[in-house]
């Protein structure tokens, strides 16, 4: 008796342990979710409420839309099951979807079903706008057989963000982050191999506070160096950058003789990186080993370079002579997109001014990547970002003038086609500040440098020996 007792005690006594360690994992999720959803600010909250709406009412939705596949041929089990000869249902299938979510809205990975793939998703993209409830859809391919559909909510365009730098070093050289796209995807451009940057906009949208961000990013790292001419101060003190001065090699206002100079001293080392960089780094190009601490990535940072660019016209002497000034500025700074890609030189043009002759379009058109915030007139758009934008209006700059829009540029990178908007981020002046005054001792000038790793002083380095 007693051992006829024993499995049944056993089958008893694991029927309650079935049950409860799934109601354990269940109860454990549902609190992980409650925390977290608890958790979250107000905008993450409805991301979430909105993700659940999305996996709820996706089996519904998929065929509505035309996202299901109908498999007319039955399984082999289905076949074998079917003793009394009735034909068989065809099976509709839907497409299986992962749904994760963010501040701004929902990600959603869907798998790819016969018949219903990448196209089908992009021409159902503002259906599922609708019915998720998004201002944008956008559907790309990330891997064969699955799309990603991100769907925002919000227009990430529109919510100023703010950028807190670490003032740690970058983990990756000449990487610039940006901010954000219109589908709340962090943007960034790989500045290595480029050799000129132009940043056109509106006064007060926001290109000060893009350049801090590059700088407060990157002045942490002793592989980059900065020289500035910012035609809008006539002393450091009086600018933008009187924080940074202390990080920067060279630093000169708006007189174009003193900017002349600056330029003539950078080519001259563009000159003597060109000719010495086998010699030094034993390769070509010095991308291929990477900026160092001896030989530094330089960035020339030109803050309102119509100064020194504009043409002055009258017969007087000092107006030729200035004239005569601001052609050559334009003839070294061309040289050094030009030519200072691989030795390491990077220039940064930015400017108010909306006309063609600001930047010269024979430098704009050498800078593969450009941007532009916001834009008065269709022809300044084209003056900062090149006939293209014409062909692609939701992204052109003067679509950004609202007030709402302060912050946010339109780019294009030559290596992309079309132009992608960005929501860049506010640095406040007193963290850029911050690390700028950490980062001051890590100031060296390159031509020193060089003369230190050379063994000689630029000035005694016979050029054209060093180019031969
Ligand atoms: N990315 C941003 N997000 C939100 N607000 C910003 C952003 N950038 C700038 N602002 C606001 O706009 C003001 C002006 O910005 P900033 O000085 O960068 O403009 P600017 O284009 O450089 O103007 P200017 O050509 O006159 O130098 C800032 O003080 C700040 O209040």
Known sequence: MKDSNVPTEGIF???????????????????????????????????????????????????????????????????????????????????????????????????????????????????????????????????????????????????????????????????????????????????????????????????????????????????????????????????????????????????????????????????????????????KSMWDVGPSEHWPLVVLIVDEAHTYFRDHKGSDQQTKKLAALAAENARLVEDLVKKGRSVGLLVILTTQKSTGDAIPTFIRDVCPVGLSFAQKTAEAAVAALGDEIREWPDANPINLQDPTYVGVASMNHQSQPGFTRIRTPYVPDTEAARVAEQTAHLTADPSVLLEAFLGLRLTDVDLTKLDA
């Open 13 to 283: 006594g694991q029927v309650p342990l079935v049950v409860a360690l799934p109601l354990a994992v269940l109860v454990g999720w549902a609190v992980w979710w409650v925390v977290r959803y608890v958790r979250a600010d107000a905008m993450t909250q409805q991301s979430i409420r909105q993700a659940v709406r999305v996996r709820w009412g996706w089996k519904r939705l998929a065929p509505m839309l035309k996202l299901s596949a109908t498999d007319k041929t039955p399984t082999a089990l289905a076949s074998l099951a079917n003793t009394n000869g009735k034909p068989i249902k065809p099976r509709v299938l839907i497409p299986s979807l992962k749904v994760k979510h963010d501040a701004y809205g929902v990600i959603a990975r869907a798998q790819c079903l016969p018949g219903v793939g990448l196209q089908q998703f992009q021409k159902a993209g503002p259906h599922l706008a609708d019915a998720w409830r998004c201002t944008r859809v956008a559907v790309t391919q990330d891997k064969p057989g699955q799309v990603l559909i991100r769907g925002v909510r919000l227009d990430p365009l529109k919510f100023p963000t703010e950028h807190h730098p670490t003032g740690e070093p970058p983990e990756e050289t000449a990487r610039w982050d940006l901010g954000l796209d219109e589908y709340a995807q962090p943007v960034s451009v790989n500045l290595t191999q480029v050799p000129g940057v132009t940043v056109a906009g509106l006064p007060g949208f926001g290109k000060t506070s893009l350049i801090n961000r590059l700088l407060s990013d990157w002045a942490p790292s002793p592989a980059v160096q900065f020289a500035c001419a910012d035609g809008k101060v006539s002393a450091a003190y009086e600018g933008d950058y009187a924080d940074w001065v202390q990080r920067m090699f060279a630093f000169v206002g708006d007189d174009l003789e003193e900017a002349n100079k600056l330029f003539r001293h950078l080519v001259a080392l563009r000159r003597a990186r060109s000719a010495s960089v086998r010699q030094m780094l034993g390769v």
